[in-house]
């Protein structure tokens, strides 16, 4: 009677006592069973308990004849309700075949002792990846929604700490109480909407009163890619380009550059517009303080130092200007060039209108070359970036690559330019080389 008692169906003082009603007896009243507290069991989790309750009765009946029958719990006749795998399959009676004999300890009901747990779980979710792409900030919702709360998608609210080593991770704290190893089910929302994850999460509670943290995980499995996004808080780029003989021909109109030097045309960059990648200002706006280029004295080099926000593609997307009309080349025709080294970057020389007919593409690493040899020395060169790093391997059959994490761009210097480079020393074997990187 353990797992009664522990949910309150059976309190000796208050009067409950429990019988055996059957066959035998005209399913009536009056066969009671009395606790044996040298009788102990033992539940899942190793509790012991000393709630047994035993009585032997004479019966009358033919040899080998089969009696049913349950226990009840008194006063009230509440009939327990054993499982199909212990009953008559019509009946849902218990049975046995007369005989002297000792029948086995069963549980009230087929339901033995589970003592609830307390576990408090401290839930953690990283939006690091939805941050670096614009589409969470700290003004939107996050909240944890699960059967624990019925599926409220408001009630639990997740919180961050600017502070934290990790500013982008969300916590919240949650108290069940439940069996022990329960299973329960639960996902995060967004501003209302819940993760696009097929399946639900889930988690097991303790098997003991605890504590323990669920994550940190990544909302929607998504994994940040920093190589691929700003992740300084102000990455400080600088643009050049040649304007010698400059014309375009853009929306704007035919622009050629006055090639007198100084100048009176003005040179302009477009799409940086307040830090943000892609984002342009009015074509024809020269207010755009801030976006206007400086001249290289004695040279036709014109430059400009701006920043780009935490969480911007490294991927940049810009356009020159000749006295700020959209007049490099037409619409939509860019530039395109990647961000390889982080706080500071400077690109390559640009030519102005250089990209021609179709979109000026930068590819995002490669380029491997051999290009310098002194002594017992080799000089590797490459288009590098953080996330890119060297891999050599002995032989090619089968080939076993190792990756050289030094020359990783978050650890080898990326010149001007995006060239990474490093020496190697030449030997009697073969050495195999390759870039493996982000994308």
Same mark, same amino acid.
């Given at each position: 009677?353990?797992?009664?008692?522990?949910?309150?169906?059976?309190?000796?003082?208050?009067?409950?006592?429990?019988?055996?009603?059957?066959?035998?007896?005209?399913?009536?009243?009056?066969?009671?069973?009395?606790?044996?507290?040298?009788?102990?069991?033992?539940?899942?989790?190793?509790?012991?308990?000393?709630?047994?309750?035993?009585?032997?009765?004479?019966?009358?009946?033919?040899?080998?004849?089969?009696?049913?029958?349950?226990?009840?719990?008194?006063?009230?006749?509440?009939?327990? /309700?054993?499982?199909?795998?212990?009953?008559?399959?019509?009946?849902?009676?218990?049975?046995?075949?007369?005989?002297?004999?000792?029948?086995?300890?069963?549980?009230?009901?087929?339901?033995?002792?589970?003592?609830?747990?307390?576990?408090?779980?401290?839930?953690?979710?990283?939006?690091?990846?939805?941050?670096?792409?614009?589409?969470?900030?700290?003004?939107?919702?996050?909240?944890?929604?699960?059967?624990?709360?019925?599926?409220?998608?408001?009630?639990?609210?997740?919180?961050?700490?600017?502070?934290?080593?990790? =500013?982008?991770?969300?916590?919240?704290?949650?108290?069940?109480?439940?069996?022990?190893?329960?299973?329960?089910?639960?996902?995060?929302?967004?501003?209302?909407?819940?993760?696009?994850?097929?399946?639900?999460?889930?988690?097991?509670?303790?098997?003991?009163?605890?504590?323990?943290?669920?994550? =940190?995980?990544?909302?929607?499995?998504?994994? =940040?890619?920093?190589?691929?996004?700003?992740?300084?808080?102000?990455?400080?780029?600088?643009?050049?380009?040649?304007?010698?003989?400059?014309?375009?021909?853009?929306?704007?109109?035919?622009?050629?550059?006055?090639?007198?030097?100084?100048?009176?045309?003005?040179?302009?960059?477009?799409?940086?517009?307040?830090?943000?990648?892609?984002?342009?200002?009015?074509?024809?706006?020269?207010?755009?303080?801030?976006?206007?280029?400086?001249?290289?004295?004695?040279?036709?080099?014109?430059?400009?130092?701006?920043?780009?926000?935490?969480?911007?593609?490294?991927?940049?997307?810009?356009?020159?200007?000749?006295?700020?009309?959209?007049?490099?080349?037409?619409?939509?025709?860019?530039?395109?060039? #990647?961000?390889?080294?982080?706080?500071?970057?400077?690109?390559?020389?640009?030519?102005?209108?250089?990209?021609?007919?179709?979109?000026?593409?930068?590819?995002?690493?490669?380029?491997?070359?051999?290009?310098?040899?002194?002594?017992?020395?080799?000089?590797?060169? #490459?288009?590098?970036?953080?996330?890119?790093?060297?891999?050599?391997?002995?032989?090619?059959?089968?080939?076993?690559?190792? /990756?050289?994490?030094?020359?990783?761009?978050?650890?080898?210097?990326?010149?001007?330019?995006?060239?990474?480079?490093?020496?190697?020393?030449?030997?009697?074997?073969?050495?195999?080389?390759?870039?493996?990187? =982000?994308?």
């Amino acid at each position: 009677m353990a797992e009664q008692v522990n949910l309150g169906n059976f309190d000796t003082n208050t009067g409950a006592y429990v019988e055996v009603h059957g066959f035998f007896n005209g399913w009536g009243t009056g066969d009671i069973l009395t606790n044996d507290p040298s009788i102990l069991t033992t539940n899942s989790s190793g509790v012991v308990a000393s709630n047994v309750y035993v009585n032997t009765f004479a019966i009358t009946a033919a040899t080998n004849a089969t009696d049913e029958y349950k226990y009840v719990i008194q006063p009230g006749g509440n009939y327990e /309700s054993p499982s199909a795998s212990d009953t008559d399959i019509y009946s849902g009676n218990r049975f046995f075949i007369d005989a002297t004999e000792t029948l086995p300890v069963v549980a009230f009901s087929d339901k033995p002792l589970v003592l609830s747990v307390t576990n408090i779980i401290t839930f953690e979710v990283d939006m690091t990846a939805l941050i670096e792409v614009g589409s969470f900030t700290t003004n939107e919702s996050l909240t944890l929604s699960g059967d624990f709360n019925g599926w409220n998608t408001t009630a639990q609210p997740m919180t961050n700490n600017p502070a934290a080593s990790n =500013p982008d991770l969300y916590s919240t704290v949650v108290t069940i109480v439940d069996v022990p190893g329960a299973e329960h089910y639960f996902k995060f929302v967004e501003n209302g909407t819940y993760e696009s994850l097929a399946n639900n999460r889930d988690l097991f509670l303790l098997q003991t009163n605890g504590s323990f943290t669920y994550g =940190p995980v990544y909302f929607n499995n998504q994994l =940040p890619e920093p190589f691929d996004f700003v992740y300084v808080t102000n990455e400080m780029v600088t643009f050049t380009v040649n304007m010698t003989n400059a014309t375009g021909t853009g929306a704007g109109g035919t622009e050629s550059f006055d090639n007198q030097y100084p100048s009176g045309d003005t040179v302009w960059l477009n799409g940086l517009l307040d830090g943000i990648n892609n984002n342009f200002w009015s074509w024809g706006g020269l207010g755009a303080d801030g976006y206007e280029m400086t001249q290289i004295p004695n040279t036709f080099l014109f430059t400009i130092t701006l920043p780009v926000n935490k969480g911007q593609s490294a991927d940049l997307i810009y356009k020159y200007s000749i006295n700020g009309l959209d007049d490099e080349a037409g619409f939509g025709d860019n530039h395109e060039r #990647w961000i390889r080294s982080q706080p500071n970057y400077t690109m390559p020389v640009d030519t102005y209108a250089s990209q021609g007919a179709s979109t000026q593409t930068e590819i995002p690493f490669g380029n491997l070359a051999i290009t310098q040899t002194t002594n017992n020395q080799i000089q590797l060169s #490459w288009l590098g970036r953080p996330g890119v790093q060297l891999q050599t391997t002995p032989t090619l059959s089968p080939a076993v690559w190792t /990756s050289q994490p030094f020359t990783d761009g978050t650890n080898l210097l990326v010149a001007p330019g995006g060239t990474a480079s490093t020496n190697y020393t030449t030997g009697a074997s073969s050495l195999f080389y390759r870039l493996v990187g =982000p994308q």
